[in-house]
């Protein structure tokens, strides 16, 4: 990590310090993709006790996993919503089991609403996080007027069932209409990419 | 343009909003209770599928008929089933009529169900009976029933139906039964005696029918529509060579209730809904 970022536990603390239901935008660097991994799952979620719905569009389930195993971060309460390895065609795709539900594509945004629904449902957790990882891989597959009104409803949903959630979105890869898009349906934002100069 | 009623029943959005049991009308909120009050009146046979009910606004009028129709693979089956079993479990006897599968490969397709129990069929609650077996009960061997033979399968459906205390039915599917009854006089016949001796008897129906993936008709001999007091239409929707299963209530005598489109998944937790995205569509 460089030294100007923001670390794992800063980002587990901003957390840690927003009231239960609440949406947060969690704009990062490529950089520090593992710190925040650790922050979210691991020193937040973990911590707090909590069911982790991962909506995953950047990379495969599979990949993620590996990560929290390299990171020795225990994940057996994260349960995956795989939009991207169906996609991959030739590529070895994850297996659907009690902790991966795979959506045919990220362009089945209403199906990705739905497997949410049916984690959220399914756990036993008092207490739900979901994470969307990330924003900017919708937004590859999907035009923002979509995107925008699945955030609205996705979020609006998730917090009349008390469930935190957290939006990913990469600094490098964003564009205004992506930034509005996140806040407008977020009530606080967590910048953990680098940091601005002034 | 959409009329007023569909603009703000799109406003309704069940599923992940379940659990608030809250509707957002022209910007208050009112409890779904409070609004079955106001709109009415008629007791409500709640489904059991919450995003249905949200739709519905509490449910489907008491002692309705409705056709529940769509083409092959969108879930009619699921969702009828899953109304009897919600219905079973709330301590009201619930009658499957299967025309087209037998009822053991029925229930091979429910077992999955996380809410299913056995028990409910052991006890008597759910009961499967299949209607081939029937007609030949009734020795109704020819294709095409006689009107004599018409009233008489009426009868013995609504008499089956009070034996058993029922008050949730599904047939499966009204079509492969019009099928048997070729005119459009037979099967308006039918069903009109059908559907008032179970509406006598408290009994809200549904109908399963069967149209073809490209029909814009809501059923095969387009009496059945006419006839039914509420219509619940699904379908599979190809959007960017995406296919959705989608649920849409067309109409629905005695209540208020939401025409706009819904997304549906079959879960081991049942039929889960979610309002279909626009994407600033203007189609």
């Known amino acids: 990590m460089s030294p100007e970022m923001i670390s794992a536990q800063q980002i587990a603390n901003e957390l840690s310090e927003t009231p239960p239901a609440s949406a947060v935008s969690l704009q990062m660097s490529v950089d520090n993709y593992l710190d925040v991994i650790r922050g979210v799952i691991d020193l937040f979620a973990n911590k707090k006790d909590m069911d982790v719905i991962y909506v995953t569009a950047t990379i495969s389930s599979d990949a993620i996993k590996r990560v929290l195993e390299a990171l020795d971060i225990d994940s057996s309460r994260v349960y995956f919503v795989d939009c991207i390895s169906h996609i991959m065609m030739g590529a070895q795709s994850a297996q659907q089991d009690e902790h991966t539900t795979l959506v045919e594509s990220p362009t089945m945004l209403e199906n990705l609403m739905l497997k949410v629904e049916y984690l959220i449902r399914r756990s036993q957790s008092k207490n739900k996080l979901v994470v969307i990882d990330s924003i900017n891989s919708l937004a590859i597959h999907n035009n923002n007027w979509i995107l925008s009104e699945f955030l609205h409803i996705l979020v609006s949903g998730l917090r009349s069932r008390e469930a935190y959630t957290i939006i990913l979105s990469v600094e490098e890869h964003s564009t205004p209409e992506i930034n509005n898009m996140v806040n407008l349906v977020c009530d606080h934002g967590i910048h953990a990419g680098k940091k601005q100069e002034g | 343009m959409e009329s007023l009623e569909a603009s703000v029943d799109e406003m309704v959005v069940p599923s992940l909003f379940c659990n608030r049991k809250e509707t957002i009308i022209s910007g208050s909120r009112h409890s779904q209770?409070?609004?079955?009050?106001?709109?009415?009146?008629?007791?409500?046979?709640?489904?059991?599928?919450?995003?249905?009910?949200?739709?519905?606004?509490?449910?489907?009028?008491?002692?309705?008929?409705?056709?529940?129709?769509?083409?092959?693979?969108?879930?009619?089956?699921?969702?009828?089933?899953?109304?009897?079993?919600?219905?079973?479990?709330?301590?009201?006897?619930?009658?499957?009529?299967?025309?087209?599968?037998?009822?053991?490969?029925?229930?091979?397709?429910?077992?999955?169900?996380?809410?299913?129990?056995?028990?409910?069929?052991?006890?008597?609650?759910?009961?499967?009976?299949?209607?081939?077996?029937?007609?030949?009960?009734?020795?109704?061997?020819?294709?095409?029933?006689?009107?004599?033979?018409?009233?008489?399968?009426?009868?013995?459906?609504?008499?089956?139906?009070?034996?058993?205390?029922?008050?949730?039915?599904?047939?499966?599917?009204?079509?492969?039964?019009?099928?048997?009854?070729?005119?459009?006089?037979?099967?308006?016949?039918?069903?009109?005696?059908?559907?008032?001796?179970?509406?006598?008897?408290?009994?809200?129906?549904?109908?399963?029918?069967?149209?073809?993936?490209?029909?814009?008709?809501?059923?095969?001999?387009?009496?059945?529509?006419?006839?039914?007091d509420g219509i619940i239409l699904m379908a599979n929707m190809e959007r960017r060579g995406d296919l959705l299963r989608t649920l849409q209530v067309i109409k629905m005598r005695g209540t208020m209730h939401s025409r706009a489109k819904y997304v549906l998944d079959l879960t081991p937790m049942g039929v889960l809904l979610v309002p279909l995205l626009k994407g600033g569509s203007t189609g």
């Open chain 2, 33 to 228: 209770e409070s609004m079955v009050q106001k709109s009415g009146e008629r007791e409500r046979c709640a489904t059991g599928l919450e995003g249905l009910d949200t739709i519905l606004y509490g449910g489907i009028p008491r002692a309705n008929t409705i056709l529940l129709t769509g083409s092959c693979g969108t879930g009619k089956t699921s969702l009828a089933l899953e109304f009897l079993i919600h219905g079973a479990i709330k301590g009201e006897n619930s009658l499957f009529i299967s025309v087209t599968e037998n009822s053991e490969k029925l229930l091979q397709n429910i077992m999955p169900y996380k809410f299913f129990d056995k028990n409910l069929i052991k006890s008597g609650r759910l009961v499967f009976v299949d209607l081939p077996i029937m007609y030949e009960r009734l020795g109704m061997t020819k294709a095409e029933l006689s009107m004599e033979e018409i009233d008489l399968l009426a009868a013995a459906i609504s008499d089956l139906a009070a034996e058993l205390g029922t008050k949730r039915l599904v047939i499966d599917s009204i079509t492969s039964v019009c099928y048997k009854l070729k005119t459009s006089e037979k099967i308006r016949d039918f069903i009109l005696k059908l559907g008032k001796a179970l509406s006598d008897l408290n009994c809200t129906s549904i109908l399963v029918g069967e149209v073809p993936a490209d029909s814009t008709a809501y059923s095969s001999f387009g009496v059945e529509e006419a006839i039914a």
